[in-house]
C-alpha cells in the first residue's frame, strides 16, 4: 500500500504563495507511479484558523486523484477545521477531538488529535505543544485493539520522541503523556510506522522498534535546518510504501 504524508501547509489569506506550495505538492502526489492510494494531511492545514483558509485547502485538496484525509495542527481552528471537513464518518460536526480510524484499506491507519486546548483557536498565543490525554489515550487502545490482524501506521501533528536536533526537543506540553502513548502502542505489535510533522524539519528515530518520522513543511517559507536551495523550494510530500 502506497501512502503519501503531507504536513503543515500554512494556507494563510496574507501567504498566498503558500497556495501554489501546497498546489505542487498536489500536483507531485498525482504524478508518482506507481500511483498512491490515499493522502494524509498531518495538520497545520491553515495558518491562522480562518474559515476562508480551510475552504481554500479543501479547494486544493479536491484536486487529488485519491482520497484524502486531515488532521489538525496547533494553528489549526478546530472547530473551523469541522465545519470544512466534516463527513459525517470520519469527522463530525460536534466532536471533541479530530481523531479516527480508516480501515478502508489494507493498513489501517490511525489519525489522533495532539492539539491542546490552547493551541486550536488559530492565534498565535498559548503553547504550540501538543497534548494526549487520557481519554484520547483510551480511545487509541480501542482502535487497536479492535483489529490485530492487520498493520496500522499512526499520523499525528506533534513529534512524538526527542527531536535533538532542535533548540527545544519536546514538543508535548507533559512529556509523561508521550511515555504513555509509547507504553501502549508497545503492547500491540501491529503499528508499522508513525508519521509527524509540526517541527519543520525531516527527522526520524526509531522507538521500540517502531520507526517514527517527521517530515518537513509543505510551506516553503516555513522550512527550518539548514538547507539547499532546491531543499528550500521543491514540493514535500512523503511517499510510505507499507507491505
Ligand atoms: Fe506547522
Request: aromatic share 8%.
Amino acid at each position: 500500500m502506497r501512502i503519501i504524508h503531507f504536513s503543515d501547509s500554512h494556507i494563510s489569506q496574507d501567504k498566498p504563495e503558500r497556495d501554489k506550495d501546497f498546489e505542487a505538492c498536489v500536483h507531485r502526489a498525482n504524478s508518482i507511479s506507481p500511483p498512491a492510494d490515499v493522502v494524509i494531511h498531518t495538520g497545520d492545514i491553515s495558518h491562522d484558523g480562518h474559515r476562508q483558509e480551510y475552504a481554500t485547502a479543501q479547494k486544493i485538496l479536491e484536486k487529488l486523484n485519491i482520497p484524502s484525509f486531515v488532521i489538525a495542527g496547533n494553528r489549526d481552528n478546530r472547530t473551523e477545521l469541522i465545519n470544512t471537513f466534516a463527513d459525517g464518518q470520519y469527522i463530525r460536526r460536534g466532536d471533541k477531538f479530530i481523531q479516527y480510524c480508516v480501515n478502508e484499506f489494507p493498513v489501517r491507519l490511525i489519525l489522533l488529535d495532539t492539539v491542546n486546548a490552547s493551541g486550536n483557536t488559530g492565534s498565535a498565543s498559548g503553547s504550540n505543544k501538543g497534548r494526549f490525554c487520557s481519554e484520547r489515550l483510551a480511545h487509541l487502545e480501542s482502535m487497536l485493539a479492535a483489529d490485530s490482524s492487520r498493520p496500522v501506521a499512526i499520523f499525528m501533528h506533534h513529534s512524538p520522541f526527542e527531536a535533538t536536533a532542535i533548540p527545544d526537543p519536546f514538543q508535548f506540553e507533559r512529556w509523561q503523556e508521550v511515555e504513555r502513548f509509547h507504553e501502549l502502542l508497545a503492547a500491540y505489535k501491529q503499528v508499522a510506522g508513525i508519521y509527524c510533522g509540526h517541527i519543520h524539519r525531516n527527522a526520524g528515530v526509531a522507538i521500540g522498534g517502531i520507526r517514527i518520522q517527521a517530515i518537513t513543511c509543505m510551506a516553503c517559507d516555513l522550512r527550518k535546518g539548514e538547507l539547499t536551495d532546491k531543499e528550500r523550494s521543491e514540493p514535500v510530500i512523503n511517499v510510505i510504501d507499507l507491505p
